[in-house]
């Protein structure tokens, strides 16, 4: 199977219905043939992102229109790219400096042509557009066990709040359940920052690297997949480690045990019976994903909008239970 052979509309092979991350928080760019066209897909072009300082404050609370004049204030300004209003993204620290998305696009056509990669899906959420991303298909499916298919991921993070480092990642979503597979390996690196002020030549250097580091993660990740899927787990041992990384207290309230054991029954369910675990049943490796099915595809979230962007990030909650899951899998197959 190739990456045209995969389904393109983001939906889950078992689970029909249900999309992944990519899909609801990102639009299809996989028309695209350059990183240019893929933005502009997007509405991620031209935002022009800018800081204003001393930002002017209108309030009629009191019946009267009235403005008030905030220093020490600053906050980074983009143009939407639909309304070309200006618009208020986040407020921002003294030493942060904007960097635009259209400043990446050598290295993303850099990327894809280096690695053979095709452009997917590419979105912003968040605020105003604080956080977004520009996602990137290998064209080789990873196959677990020689069946358990995969979709690699080339992507580029980032933000206009401050909150992180604009920097390319490796990671996998299973086709199956369309589970984001999103956590450390340690001694394995998933991400990769790119300076965007160096010359091309350097930039072409700097992908090298990058993609020899990525694909580094990629070869662990499958590696440590095949050893999970031929250990063997029990359901004992798997509402253990759930216990675990959820951290249940020792005495719940009564609220809190009727939120444990509602989602007892749901992971008892997913790791037992789900279609989604049909190929890979009692392994360590199904257990890893029905703990991930849960936290990408059911827990508890305002709306899939926040549920997806938790499922994408790699440093919240979701990751590091995600991690915390697989540290205590692996352990098992030790």
């Not at 200006?86 to 030493?95: L, M, P, S, Y």
């Amino acid at each position: 199977m190739t990456v045209l052979d995969i389904p393109t509309a983001g939906t889950a092979l078992r689970a029909p219905g249900r999309f992944d991350a990519w899909t609801i928080l990102g639009m299809d760019v996989q028309r695209a043939t350059s990183a240019q066209e893929a933005l502009d897909m997007a509405y991620l072009s031209n935002w022009k992102v800018r800081i204003w300082d001393d930002v002017v404050v209108r309030s009629d609370e009191s019946g009267t229109m009235t403005e008030l004049k905030m220093h020490g204030t600053r906050s980074t300004i983009r143009t939407n790219p639909i309304t070309s209003q200006a618009e208020q993204i986040a407020a921002v620290g003294n030493q942060y400096t904007p960097v635009q998305i259209d400043d990446h696009k050598d290295v993303l056509d850099m990327f894809a042509r280096e690695s053979g990669a095709k452009f997917h899906k590419a979105g912003a959420h968040g605020h105003n557009g604080s956080k977004f991303f520009v996602s990137m298909v290998l064209p080789d499916v990873i196959r677990i066990g020689g069946f358990d298919e995969h979709r690699m991921h080339l992507t580029l993070f980032g933000s206009h709040d401050g909150s992180s480092a604009n920097s390319f990642h490796i990671g996998p979503t299973r086709l199956d359940c369309g589970n984001m597979q999103r956590f450390i390996i340690k001694g394995a690196q998933h991400k990769y920052t790119i300076p965007h002020t160096v010359s091309a030549p350097v930039k072409l250097a700097e992908v090298h690297k990058a993609l020899e580091t990525l694909f580094g993660w990629q070869e662990t990740f499958e590696r440590m997949a095949n050893r999970l899927l031929n250990t063997p787990v029990t359901l004992g041992q798997f509402e253990k480690i759930a216990d675990i990384i959820w951290d249940v207290p020792a005495n719940p309230s009564k609220r809190q045990m009727a939120n444990i054991q509602a989602r007892r029954a749901l992971l008892r369910h997913l790791f037992l019976e789900a279609d989604t675990q049909e190929s890979i049943r009692g392994t360590a490796w199904a257990a890893l994903n029905a703990l991930g099915e849960f936290d990408d595809h059911f827990g508890n979230a305002k709306s899939p909008t926040l549920r997806a962007a938790r499922s994408l990030s790699d440093t919240g909650a979701v990751t590091k239970r995600k991690t915390a899951a697989f540290n205590e899998l692996y352990a098992l197959a030790a």
